[in-house]
Every structure is written in C-alpha cells, then in structure tokens.
C-alpha cells in the first residue's frame, strides 16, 4: 500500500491536471473575493469572509467529478493497473490507494481555495466573525463529505474502464445530484401560508387572509425530503457554503455512510472486474 500511494503521489506532483486544477481552485477564491470586494463598492453594503469562505463546498463535488475519471480514468488505457496486479499488489490495495489519492486531491483543492480566501479576502472584505464552533463544524463537516464524494466518483471510474464513460458519468451525475438537491431545497422553503390581495369597491388593493400553501411539506413527508436532501453531497455543500445547518453529526455520519457504502461496493465489484 505505501508504494501505491507513493506511486499515485509522485503522479500528481508531475500531473499538470493536478497542478492546473490547483490554480484554478485559487483563482476561484480569489474571484469570489473581488465579486464580493466589487459588490461592497457598488451597492455600499456590508460584506464578510462568511459569504465566499465556505464555498467550495459547493464546487468541490464539480471538481473531483472532472479530476478523478481524467486522472485515474488513463490507468486502464495506458495498462497501469494491470502492471500494480502484476508485480504483486491486490486489486483491493490499489482501489484504496486509488481513493485516498483522490481525497487528498480534494483536500489540497479545497485548501487552496481557502488560502486565497485568507490571503485575499482578509486585506477586501474582512474576516470571520462566525463562532469558532459552527467554523469547525463546516469544515470538519465539509472534509466528509468530500470524502463522499470521492468514494463515489473513484466507484464509478475504478468499475469502468474507458475513461470518456466514467467522465461522462460522474460530471452529469453530480450536475443531477445539484439539481435534485436545488429541486427539494426549493420545496423544503416552500411556505406555509401564501399571502393574498383583495380589491376592495373603492378600487383600494389590500392584503387577503393567509391560505394555506397546498405546496408546503409536514409531516413525515417533509422528514423524508429533509432526510434526502441531508444525504445528498450537494445538498450538505448548499448547507456547508451559507453555514445554515442545524445538526452537523447527522450530516457527518451520513455521509460517512455514503462513503463506507460506495468503498465497500466499489472494492468488491473491481476484486471481480475482468481486466483484459
């Protein structure tokens, strides 16, 4: 497993992808620092660090989703895995080193983003003033799910062997997995009245007496759609990117879950998978 793994890091310290992505990750922080630096100037409100800090967590999923199937995808064309088979390791261990690979793709992305944040946001816009509790929950929380993440896109590439299909894949299921998410945000927001207007005989209009919103979730029907919208990736990135969530475990340990589930599925599968 530790030459895997130096193997896979020597990869991606000679990967332009890597190194490009890099940068590209700390563009974006430093863009979403001058979009807010230019808002604060325009419209002279307010602006934090909060606004921009966390938001890799909504493109992080976006970004593994083109890293992985690109970086991992050549192992079958260019006859790698089968080399690492050859010399003695298990199909089981290079899965792994495959995976903890990528997370540490995704960390060092994330980490770069963040550090434009720091060192460009600070000197525009200011810094945090979130409590230190709810900055260690995003984060912590964030480092999770990103591991989910992984864990899928590495199943989906280490099970497919042309790397256009595990690409193809894993770009349009996290795009559906964002709309799903932004689908159910948008009827977990619905609300619970919907505000009327009447025209009186004066021609005067007034505010009617509040109806009941016909669209709005209770009861166990509203559990089941929080419930998916908390275990969807992009659903804990909209959450993590505005710092609006109420119960972090709960999206920790789901995502853990998506994550020993898509590990264990996709180790299993590529034990089988015929390598010819």
Known sequence: MTKLLSANLLRLKKSVL????LALSFGFGVLMCA???????????EVSLNSVFFGFAMVVGVVMAAFIPLFFGTEYSDGAIRNKL?????????????????????????AA?????????????????LPAAATAAALGGSLVMTAAYCAI??????????????AVACLLGVFLLLAAAITTLSMLDAPEFIQGYEMSIDGQVAPAKPEPNPAYL???????????????????????SNVNFTNPLRLMGLSAAVAVLFTGAGAALFRRKNLK
């Open 218 to 240: 209770t009861g166990m029907k509203r559990e089941v759609y929080q419930f998916l919208y908390d275990l969807m990736p992009t659903g804990q990135g909209i959450q993590y």
């Open 113 to 129: 983003y963040l550090l434009a944040c720091i060192a460009v946001g600070i000197p525009l816009i200011g810094g945090l003033n």
């Open 18 to 21: 890597f190194w490009g992505t």
């Open 153 to 166: 896109f590495t199943f989906i590439t280490m099970t497919c062997s042309k790397k256009s299909a595990s």
């Open 86 to 110: 050859i010399v003695g390791h298990s199909r089981v261990c290079v899965y792994f080193a495959n995976l903890i690979a990528s997370l540490g793709a995704a960390v060092a992305f994330s």
């Open 35 to 45: 979009i807010r630096f230019r808002e604060h100037l325009a419209y002279h409100f």
